[in-house]
Nanobody
Framework: QVQLVESGGGLVQAGGSLRLSCTAS????????MGWFRQAPGKEREFVAA????????NYADSVKGRFTISRDNAKNTAYLQMNSLKTEDTANYYC?????????????????WGQGTQVTVSS
């Protein structure tokens, strides 16, 4: 069992940057592949980025490739999502996710634990 708490969301102008953090408590953080998802009003929750246990393998949605970077610090029990060149269409509630499997959490079906979410709003 792991508990996930996101932080770092907020309001930013288009072209700006934000860094989201996801701090885990409970069972060893380094045991879990981690991911970020987002959900805009009226839309389904969608995959954004994922990282394996060691941090050596990452995967991104096409819509964020080249703009977002996922990373983790296992010593600090924290995963990050650095978001640059933000667009208005990036506006959503962003959720941290963890998987019990060795597989990267690139679909909601692979996620075993969710954070409560943090709102990101990008203004034009």
């Amino acid at each position: 069992q792991v508990q996930l708490v996101e932080s770092g969301g907020g309001l930013v102008q288009a072209g700006g940057s934000l860094r989201l953090s996801c701090t885990a408590s409970g069972r060893a953080f380094s045991s879990y592949p981690m991911g970020w998802f987002r959900q805009a009003p009226g839309k389904e929750r969608e995959f954004v980025a994922a990282i394996n246990k060691s941090g050596g393998l990452t995967n991104y949605a096409d819509s964020v490739k080249g703009r977002f970077t996922i990373s983790r610090d296992n010593a600090k029990n924290t995963a990050y999502l650095q978001m640059n060149s933000l667009k208005t269409e990036d506006t959503a509630n962003y959720y941290c996710a963890a998987s019990n499997s060795y597989l990267l959490p690139v679909t909601t079906g692979r996620v075993n634990y969710w954070g409560q979410g943090t709102q990101v709003t990008v203004s034009s």
